[in-house]
């Protein structure tokens, strides 16, 4: 596989004082002696001497009959058409936008033009976001999302201007906007220049970096908590009691990471049913698991992700109804509960001393009381739920399945999904095993322009095929399904 | 038709110019690094190698024959724009600058345009001998002393194309979304025309009736500014910035394609008519009219160069194949030599009898 010789493109985005300049002055004092080109939209910033610095103008136009997806800037194609002509290769190439540039555009121009395709790549597009003003901003308008959504690196800059917990729920928002990219937090843009710079934003081949829970697949259930019982008969409470009820049971959230239940206001189907199962989980019982200790965290995780795929099964087999006060008893078994305005009392007979793990279909309150009313924390818990986003419009599916993809099926399904939604779609991008090729796939699209090229082989690496779209109003049901129709067999 | 090498030579890099003197004599190669060779036309002598400009060199241009350096047995003078926002004229046989201007400040001179002058230079006008360079978003007219004539306001965008109506009264200047036509002797806008769409090149009809522009959107676009007609060509393959008008002004050849498309412009021009496709295997790079005569040179990026007569529908009359891919091609001005510049810095003149 002959390396990718193209030249590297970086797309700076974020609003006007955010830090965008003093990133790039960093960028080109740390890479003195190489040969990058700066295209910027106003003169006089640049502070490093000796650097090829072109001012754009923002010519934006439709490619193709007018159509609003395939935007391009018809300045960056004549820049960089010129600066190709130079044998002397460019070691790279940084394009600043306008504070409130969108970034569609840019990036389209790196795809829709033959010749600008060929001879560059774009390697990353990195949005410097202003810690004191970012929440104000995404409030304001769709330009700072489209920037957040758009971005496979995110300067969280600013950081000395603003206090933690603000930080913190700035970061949990960016990340719920954009799980793909990468957010560090900066002062003053002082960052390695490596996170910044050949990020291969493009190339999901450090999938391992995504988080977790954002690529895990559909689960037939919404939470899970990890139990330590000893022999007796428990209370398992579900939802919250009515008025005057005798024993409250949402006034304790039950565990120590605060699962906060009612938090969240989803209605899922009959909310007079509640499926779960009760499965004893093997873990041995004379360790301390509650202290989440860092040694212990592996076998956790490992007995945990036993019993998740066991509940799978479980979920997928015949349910057995229970009315409330009929006693449930831990197995692999799917238990139906009957509730009573969405609550109900079951009493659970465990056994054996040991872990436990309870699956819910829904996210409602759950609490188990041991004999006398105390209520038993979990020492674990997950939540299975897909993050949909509650509060901004632009949310972002990710798919992981394992297998192989039919090669035509894939491109007609993706084709038609861009042309149709790609207004919608900011980004995509996927790693992707296609039946006969021991290549990966590496897919890469912004709105309705894409670009699919194979690259390494997957060697010994399992054939599991990534996707993520990150855009406005999207469907991950429809995107779900739509993704397995192209699957083999 | 016959076809034989003249000559060959080499430079260091992408050659971005090729403009020949108005005698024949001699032809200026840019190259994208900066350096101008200057070659003598019959034997490909390297004259001189000019400076030229030292972020890299966008354009170069000679002069009318009635427009020389100053001075008793002036030679041909030149002109070049480049990358570092400078406007230079050059003695070419002497191998000097004579004079330069600071067009750009900072901002890339990409087109320079000499107006078109009668052969009868006795005028008193001072703005005869004048040259139209853009910088950015400035358009200046510059005489040959290194002043400026006339600045214009800045355009919105960047001025991406330029070309002087054959008759030199008026310049054609394209930014992006529009085409402006100026006045040469009052500097007024004369018409103005919306395009939607980035332009990369502008041509005129050696009979001043159709304007034409090459455009980033894969299309060409055609005015009649006297008559207030348009007419929007699409459906190339990618951007078109390959332009040439047969001396009769009756064909109008294109790049943006595998295939060089010549449209038929005489009566109400090419709208409804199938164009001649001229068919090459790799993306056309450089078409070319004889300036008098009626022979076509196209050129492809795989090197290869068509000759093409289209007076009975299209027959391909000769055709070379070069190593390198060619990038510009310059007819001389008694259309015998064809100079083939390439992008990788090779110059090569084909001698051409019909």
């Known amino acids: 596989m002959p390396a990718d010789l193209r030249i590297p493109v970086t797309v700076l985005t974020g609003f006007l004082g955010a830090g965008k300049t003093t990133l790039l002055n960093r960028v080109l004092t740390e890479r003195h002696g190489r040969k990058i080109a700066v295209i910027e939209n106003e003169f006089g910033e640049i502070g490093i001497d000796n650097q090829l610095v072109i001012q754009a103008d923002e010519e934006i136009f439709a490619m193709n009959n007018g159509c609003l997806c395939c935007t391009v800037r018809g300045d960056l194609l004549r820049i960089l058409a010129r600066l190709l002509k130079r044998k002397d290769k460019l070691d790279g190439v940084f394009i600043e936008t306008t504070g409130l540039a969108d970034p569609g555009p840019v990036a389209q121009t790196f795809f829709t033009d033959p010749e600008i395709r060929e001879a560059y790549r774009l390697d990353g597009i990195v949005t410097v976001v202003d810690a004191r003003h970012a929440a104000q901003h995404l409030d304001d308008g769709k330009e700072a999302k489209e920037q957040v959504a758009f971005a496979d690196v995110i300067l969280l800059n600013k950081t000395d201007l603003a206090d933690a917990a603000a930080l913190d729920r700035l970061e949990a928002r960016l990340h719920r906007m954009n799980p793909v990219a990468r957010i560090h937090r900066t002062r003053d843009c002082d960052i390695a220049i490596d996170k910044v710079l050949n990020v291969g934003g493009f190339n999901l081949s450090r999938a391992t970096d995504l988080d977790p829970r954002f690529l895990e697949p559909e689960y037939p259930f919404e939470w899970a908590g990890l139990y330590q019982l000893a022999p007796g008969t428990y209370d398992l409470c579900i939802g919250a009691h009515s008025e005057g009820s005798e024993k409250e049971c949402h006034h304790d959230h039950g565990g120590e990471d605060d699962h906060d239940h009612e938090g969240h206001d989803h209605h899922h189907g009959d909310d007079n049913e509640l499926d779960i199962a009760f499965l004893p989980v093997a873990l041995p019982t004379d360790s301390d698991y509650s202290t989440q200790s860092d040694a212990a965290q592996p076998a956790v995780t490992s007995a945990t992700a036993a019993a998740r795929d066991t509940a799978v099964q479980v979920f997928s087999d015949w349910e057995q109804s229970a009315k409330p006060g009929e006693t449930i008893t831990p197995g692999t078994i799917l238990h139906r509960l009957h509730l009573d305005n969405g609550h109900a009392h079951f009493p659970v007979e465990v056994a054996h001393r040991g872990h436990y793990m309870l699956f819910t279909a829904h996210d409602v309150p759950t609490h188990l009381y041991a004999p006398g009313e105390t209520l038993v924390r979990y020492i674990h818990d997950q939540d299975f739920r897909h993050e949909h986003s509650h509060d901004e419009e632009i949310a972002s599916v990710g798919i992981s399945l394992a297998g192989d993809l039919d090669g035509k099926r894939l491109n007609d399904w993706i084709g038609g999904l861009l042309a149709k939604k790609g207004q919608d779609i900011f980004r995509c991008k996927g790693v992707l095993a296609v039946r006969g090729s021991d290549k990966r796939m590496v897919f890469q699209g912004v709105h309705m322009t894409f670009d699919a090229k194979f690259d390494q082989p997957w060697g010994a690496a399992p054939r599991t095929n990534i996707f993520v779209f990150i855009g406005r109003n999207l469907s991950r049901e429809e995107l779900v399904s739509g993704f397995k129709s192209c699957m083999v067999g | ?354």
């Open chain 2, 1 to 354: 038709m016959n076809l034989a090498k003249a000559w060959a030579a080499q430079m260091d890099d992408y050659v971005i110019g090729l403009t020949w003197s108005p005698d024949g004599r001699s032809l200026a190669a840019a190259s994208a690094a900066g350096p101008i060779g200057v070659y003598d036309g019959v034997t490909g002598a390297k004259l001189h190698e000019l400076s030229g400009h030292s972020d890299g060199t966008n354009a170069v241009a000679f002069a009318p024959a009635a427009i020389g350096v100053a001075g008793p047995g002036s030679g041909p003078l030149l002109a070049s724009g480049g990358q570092d926002g400078f406007v230079r004229f050059w003695d070419a046989l002497g191998g000097k600058q004579s004079a330069e201007v600071n067009a750009g400040h900072g901002a890339w001179v990409e087109n320079l345009q000499w107006k078109p002058t009668a052969t009868d230079s006795n005028s008193q006008n001072p703005n005869l001998k004048m040259l139209a360079a853009a910088a950015g978003r400035k358009l200046l007219f510059l005489n040959p002393e290194g002043s400026i004539i006339h600045a214009f306001k800045d355009a919105p965008k960047t001025l991406s194309a330029l070309a002087w109506h054959p008759g030199g009264g008026a310049i054609a200047a394209a930014s992006f979304d529009r085409v402006v036509i100026l006045d040469a002797d009052d500097f007024r806008v004369q018409r103005e025309f919306a395009y939607s769409g980035a332009i990369e090149t502008l041509t005129w009809s050696p009979d001043g009736r159709w304007l034409v522009a090459g455009a980033q959107n894969n299309a060409v676009h055609l005015w009649i500014p006297e008559e207030d007609q348009e007419f929007h060509m699409s459906g190339y393959e990618t951007k078109v910035r390959e332009l040439s008008f047969s001396s009769d002004s009756r064909w109008l050849a294109t790049g943006g394609s595998r295939d060089a498309c010549v449209w038929d412009c005489t009566g109400a021009g090419p709208e409804g008519r199938e164009p001649v496709a001229l068919p090459h295997s790799t993306r056309v790079s450089a078409v070319a009219f004889q300036h008098t005569r009626d022979l076509l040179a196209t050129a492809a990026i795989d090197g290869e160069v068509g000759f093409w007569r289209l007076t009975d529908g299209e027959t391909r009359v000769a055709a070379v194949k070069l190593t390198a891919p060619p990038s510009s091609l310059a007819w001389s001005p008694d259309d015998n030599l064809l100079a083939i510049g390439s992008q990788k810095g090779g110059v090569l003149a084909l001698r051409v009898a019909n």
